[in-house]
């Protein structure tokens, strides 16, 4: 069969036709995820396309008002649009309403695209992940606003799966299987499964007989439950996040290795935003949880509350990036 109808068929098998409860409820959780850009990751791969989904070019009022001062907020895509819109708007409203300004919520199917908005001066404030950070900070000052606490802690993982009933007991036992990355920028779903094989010695083309990219940590996870994938590496949020709320997906996979732990993906502004509003911002995110609409929005995000957090708690991305930029740069010699 074709490079094309396996397409077609990956995009069948991992966005039904119908929502589930379950993918409504997780796309909430985008706070948690993704990501470095990556020469290390093949953008050649197959990726599922969701453009299907929505105009992922427009931007989208959350609330309606007369008013002429707006906050333009932006959140990497991980699940489908309309569903993004739906369950983040109350929350957006309340962050907007904090600062005195309606929330405008801005889409894009990349990571990338994101920080471009942010570099751009496009948006107000982000939701990005790890990867993208530190890229960003690098790149135009990237500023670190906030950051989720989830469980009491402000770090993630990186989980490699695999189907609960295969043989597969370890990441080496993957050689020579189908794999599933999220994005090409992702740190826990790209970043570091490349790491990891470069560690070895290995390169994700040389190890895996085909891997491609799902753009989503969802999708990844639904991907290996439904054998689409013999393995995939995804956000540890998100699998816990979904394994708590419905493991009907996540009780068909098995961890077969965790990652270190990497500063949890953050909120940020351009570093030449307005001062005011960037101060008016960072105190409506770091007294959210006070507010007694927001308890029961972020209770089911998973999120304790927000905090501050230094650039250093990003340190361990940047050396990974750095150790596989060595790697690739000794590779071509």
Known sequence: MNKSNNEFKCFLRIHPT??????????????FLVTLL???????RPTVDISSTADHKSSLPLVKDNRNAVLHIAISAMISPEITREYFQDLMELIADRVGRRAIFSQRRTYAEINELVQSHEVDVALVCSGPYTSGHKKFGMELLAVPVVHGQTVYHSYILAQRDSSIQSFEDLRGKKFAFTD??????????TYMLAKR???PDAFFTESFFTR??????RAVADGLADGAAVDSLIWEFMNTVDPTETSRTKIIEKSPAYGIPPIVVHPDLDDNLKQR???A????HEEQKAIPLLHRIQVDRFTEA???????????????DNFNNGEKK
Not at 18 to 31: A, D, E, G, K, T
Not at 38 to 44: E, F, G, I
Not at 184 to 193: E, M
Not at 285 to 288: P, Q
Request: hydrophobic letters at 35%; one cysteine or more.
């Open 18 to 31: 119908q929502n589930s409860l379950p993918l409504r409820i997780l796309s909430i959780f985008l706070f």
């Open 38 to 44: 990556l020469t290390s990751c093949n953008d050649q």
């Open 184 to 193: 090409p920028h992702s740190n826990t779903g790209c970043l570091v499964p």
């Open 201 to 203: 010695g290995e390169t």
């Open 216 to 221: 989503s940590h969802d999708n990844s996870i």
């Open 281 to 283: 911002l960072k105190a």
């Open 285 to 288: 995110f770091l007294s959210i």
């Open 310 to 324: 230094e650039d250093t708690l990003y340190d361990s991305v940047r050396e990974m990036q750095q150790w596989l």
